[in-house]
């Protein structure tokens, strides 16, 4: 059975699970998938199907590769406004094309990535005209409404890596992901496999600082925001201690690479009818620097990200 690229990500997720109905809206908040297969010849099957899937998505997506300029020691502070001088001289990356379909967003993020002796910087500046983030708490699920999210796959592996989230109320969500294998996970999206409990344990970041900006009213549909800002600091010494990383160690060296993901979730709550205008349904867009075609937990399509002094 061969896997078109071009079939939406509901038809081809049914069609390689085997009469399993994935729906087509946020995987992560709809219906899992099953879970890894314990047959032998299921799960060859599966392993087959996904490395031909990898094939045809990374010639169609190839991983992007930016360069990430040291700056100064204290040449960025972590205020969310993204006005450091330092900023300025540092390209942009588009974390705008839906990543289900590739299809390239109206309401764009744009992310900038630094790093110096102590800390990788990354910020994003996000267009959208609703903001909403009403979870509090560390580690809530703000994956459920607008945030920014950076996966960080430290040692190239594509196994193990880092997953940080910012909401534009300030939350931060941070786990270390150990047990997914991409052979299998990428079709299932079950986040079972993803031993959430575990991964939240693995990594509590206490080095690692953030802070955002917004232009506008949060969580009031009343209105129209122009959008908001995220700026992350992420220690090295928090990577380490979630391990593993790249022999070379960390801080890293001119020339050394990593795998990352960069992503944003615009979420838009549903609007009841009011007088003769009708109501809307809740929506989300998932924008991606490089389309997976599935959920943003497909390590294949990581960028590279080159350090350069």
Known sequence: MIIRIAVVIAVFASTLLAQTTQPSLDDRRTEDGPARPTDPAARLEMIQLAHQHKRELLAKYPPPVVMCKKVNDGAIKIDGKLDDKAWKDIAEVSASRETRSGVE??????????????????????????????LKGRDAALWSQDAAEVFIDADGDEMSYVELEVSPAGEFYDAAIADYRPETDWASRKMDNLNIEKS????????????????????????????????????????????????????????????????????TPALPAQGTAAGKPETFELGAWNPTLTWFHCTWSFGYVIFVK
């Not at 109206?106 to 959208?128: E, G, S």
């Open 105 to 134: 967003q109206t309401q764009k993020a744009h992310v900038k990535l630094a790093w110096d002796d102590r800390y990788l910087y990354i910020a994003f500046d996000c267009r959208d005209s609703n903001i909403t983030a009403t």
């Open 200 to 267: 939240l344990k693995l990594l509590e970041a206490k080095e690692t600082k953030w802070a955002v900006q917004v232009k506008g009213t949060l969580n009031d549909s009343s209105d129209e925001d122009d959008g908001w800002t995220c700026e992350l600091a992420v220690a090295w010494s928090d990577l380490v201690a979630a391990g593993p990383v790249s022999p070379r160690g960390l801080p890293p060296r001119d020339g050394d690479q990593m795998r990352i993901g960069l992503y944003r979730i615009n979420y």
